[in-house]
Structure formats: C-alpha cells, structure tokens
C-alpha cells in the first residue's frame, strides 16, 4: 500500500511536505472603535395629526364631508391613511365611500412615476393588484400652502381600501398555500374532489370553481375559518345546507373540510330530512342508450333509373 501512494498514474509521486501550523499575529489597535446607538424611528405625532385631520380637497362630492378615521403608515416619501365619507342622505353620493389617501412628504419624491405604475397595472383584470380609485392630484403649492417647489408634482394618490388588514398578508398567505396544500395528499384531496363533483351538478357544467374568485363565507361560523370557492353556486335554487357543504368541501385549507365520515353522514342527514319532510322528488329519468331506430336505405326506383341513364353517358372535361 505504502509503494502504491508513492505512483500515480505510472508517475512517481512525492507527497507534499507541511510545515508547522502558524500561529495567529494578534493585531493590536491603537484605540477602540467607536460606536454611535442608532436613534429609533418615532413618529412626528404632530404630522400625523394635522394629516388625519385636514380636508383633501381633491376628493369627489364634497370634501369636508370626508373624514380621515385611520393613519395607515408611513415611510421615507410618503404617509397614508383611510377617509370615509360621513356625508348625509340629501348629499350626491361619491363613486366610492372609503379611500387610502397617499402623500408625499417632499416635492422631490412625487408621486407621479407611482401613478404611472399603477394605471398601467390596472388595465389588467387581475384582481390581486391594488387599484387607483380616482387619478391623483397635480398639486399646485399656493392652493396648499406649499412652496413653488410643489407645482405640477403628484402630491396624493387615491387607492382601495384593503379590509383584509394589510397587503403584506397576501406574501404569508401565498408561502402558506404553498407549504400547506401544493404537493400534499391525503383524503381530504378527495374531499374537494367531491366537491368539485357537487358543484358541478348544481351548475350543470364540466367547469370548475373560478379559482380567480376567492372569498371568505360571513354568513355562517364554521365557513368563516378559511377562504373557499365557488360563490356563483348561491344563485341556483338549494337549500343552504347543501351550498355550504360544497362550500366547506371547497375550502382552501385542507383542514378546514370536512372528513370521509363527516361528509357521508351530512348527506345521509341532509337525505332523510327531506324524505320526512314529504318534499316532492323529481322522478328517476332511463339513462340507459334507446335502441337505434331503423333507417330504410333502400334507394328509390327512380334514382336507380337515373343513375343507370347517366352512367351511359361519356362525360370528359370537355362536354361537362
């Protein structure tokens, strides 16, 4: 063994010879670094409160009827916050009752190439992409109070009010649709299968359930624990029970469905109520193919004789 780690490859090879191991310089600094504690971010509560508390004259119907009842965030260009409208019955109603009003806090950071963004994120149909209620506003400064500095910049956009809390929920429920249902299977796989089933025998369609229109049930507790499909199914004509069955075998979180036995009791229940409840049962239609009716192809005595002339003739391209 020792004669074969001194070739390789037919080469004489020499193993490499170490050296002792180094040992480390310590460096010496002739003083210490210097530290400075970073200063926590604290809100200029003063700002805060005369945005809340001003009148954004660029909102629809009358302005002084909109009231700002939430500050929303702010950053580095701009703060946010939600008005509502608070106006009376005998006031024309605005396109829209809530909007997030956004506002730059310096004139070098305009809001216009924000804007540009969003109109052309908003020209598709998606509905996962926050929209502009109304264009923003081109500023000019004497009309706020502002310097000449804020004319022609994009002082405020009006976006949608997201009442599902935050946007930055939609990140953790994506990762969480994607940790807790792609790739895994069990029977509650099976469940939504069945549900699919139902829901295609409501809307007499081989469709599925517009996985585009997600929406969370407030009518009912249990369905409200998860988000789930098929909303189009409550404008046929079925009891409740039945819809928020398929609704609950629908439900984007498998945990939220029901199970094998759970599902088999409901409709057994759900089956004998209405035998006891003396409900009138459409009747059974014969599925089965109807036998083939019997075509006569024997061709008229008349054709055969005009086929039988025609067939003495010498047609060529040319007498045709």
Known sequence: MVELTRWYRRVRHTPPMFGPP??????????????????????????????????????????????????????????AGLWVWEGSSDIAAPPFTQVVVKEALRASRSLRYERD???SCNRSSSTHLLKTLQDSDVNRGMHEGLGPEWNEAHLRLFLEYCYLESMEDLLHKRIIKESEVAGRYSFVTNVWGVGVIMYQLVTLSEDLPNLLELFLPNWNVALSQSPTYGLDIRAYNYGQSLTDLIFECLSEKPGCRPDLFGL???VIDGYSAAHAADTSF???????QPEPVHVDYSEPEDLLDGLSHVSHLHLSPWNI
């Open 22 to 79: 180094r040992i480390a310089r310590r460096s010496i600094f002739l003083w210490s670094p210097s530290t400075v504690a970073l200063k926590p971010l604290i809100p200029n509560d003063v700002l805060i409160r005369s945005f809340m508390s001003k009148t954004i004259a660029g909102l629809p119907s009358d302005p002084t009827k909109w009231k700002g009842i939430r500050f929303l965030g702010d950053g580095a260009s701009a703060m």
């Open 117 to 119: 963004f969003l109109i």
């Open 282 to 288: 459409e009747p059974y239609s014969d599925f089965q």
């Open 264 to 266: 088999k009791n409901r």
